[in-house]
């Protein structure tokens, strides 16, 4: 199997963890190098499923063909990120295509909070941003990872430490947007134990 045909394979396989009813994107844990007819093809192919899987979402109606539309969009996304960075082979290429996985996920998750109404809502937002960060915090982690991978033990700690600090800010967001459905004593109580789980006290 040529080299092209093993990146076609590659790309054309991203797509959904599990089941369709995962709604997840799922990433790619193998790119083949990309010669440059290679990327050509790769992101042609990448735009001809989308447009098969975007005319699939007709048959849905409401909330689900927005869900569907955004995993078809997002399995785009991601497979023209891949390409690229396949073809680029660069760390910053290899960051955009972690971030395009992450946008990806987060945009099915906004759908799927459509579905909720009130607190419920307001909590599946905050965890679907809370994982965009992470998802980006994660891929700039690495990217810095790969760029100082000689001498720039110093600037790896920072991105760790910088990194692990907007991790923890969207997951206190999360926690006390939980508190939300309490009231006095006990929203009290949840909003004090979420400031000193994460050092916000």
Do not use: H, W
Not at 181 to 186: E, H, K, P, R, W
């Amino acid at each position: 199997m040529s080299k092209l045909m093993i990146a076609l394979c590659a790309t054309a396989g991203l797509g959904l963890a599990g089941t369709v009813s995962a709604q997840m994107m799922a990433p790619n844990t193998f790119v083949a190098p990309l010669s440059k007819d290679g990327y050509a093809a790769a992101k042609s192919n990448a735009e001809a499923q989308y447009k098969v899987e975007k005319k699939s979402c007709d048959s849905l109606s409401s909330n689900a063909k927005d869900i569907c539309v955004a995993q078809a969009k997002g399995k785009e996304s991601v497979a023209k990120a891949d390409a690229r960075a396949a073809y680029e082979s660069t760390p910053k290429a290899r960051e955009s295509a972690r971030v395009a996985l992450a946008e990806a996920n987060y945009d099915i998750s906004m759908q799927m909070c459509d579905d909720k109404a009130g607190n419920p809502k307001d909590v599946c937002v905050k965890e679907a941003k809370s994982a965009l960060v992470k998802g980006k915090a994660d891929a700039k982690v690495d990217r810095v990872a790969a760029d100082t991978r000689q001498d720039g033990a110093a600037k790896r700690a920072d991105a760790r430490e910088e990194a692990s600090a907007d991790k923890r800010d969207a997951e206190f967001k999360v926690a006390i947007e939980k508190c939300d459905t309490l009231s006095g004593a006990a929203k009290d109580g949840c909003v004090s134990g979420a400031k000193v789980r994460f050092g916000k006290s």
